[in-house]
Nanobody, 128 residues
């Protein structure tokens, strides 16, 4: 059973940057797509970004395009989400999750139903 732990959340000013990390333990995640999700106050959880198992394919929600960057280091069993140009609407708990295995299909990367094994989340608060 894989355990996922997110790090890097905190308080940032609008326009600022944060880098989130998600480290897996228990087994390797190198053969799995990974995704970042978020849930803001009073909102449903939504996918933010996803990356294929080899890192060659990425998916970004419209809200994340041109501002966020997902990456992974399989040697470190870690996935990252770099947040730039933060906005107040980015305030949320950010979660990483394990996605489907051995796939780079965008349709599967972007589907929340393909994800399981969630981390506990890390809070990102953006002050305007």
């Amino acid at each position: 059973q894989v355990q996922l732990v997110e790090f890097g959340g905190g308080l940032a000013q609008a326009g600022g940057s944060l880098k989130l990390s998600c480290t897996a333990s228990g087994r390797t995640i190198s053969s799995y797509a990974m995704g970042w999700f978020r849930q803001g106050p009073g909102k449903e959880r939504e996918i933010v970004a996803a990356i294929s198992w080899r890192g060659g394919t990425t998916y970004y929600a419209d809200s994340a395009k041109d501002r966020f960057a997902i990456s992974r280091d399989n040697a470190k069993n870690t996935v990252y989400l770099q947040l730039h140009n933060l906005k107040a609407d980015d305030t949320a708990v950010y979660y990483c999750a394990q996605g489907p295995q051995y796939t780079g299909q965008t349709t599967r990367l972007r589907s929340p139903y393909e994800y399981d094994h969630w981390g506990q989340g890390t809070q990102v608060t953006v002050s305007s």
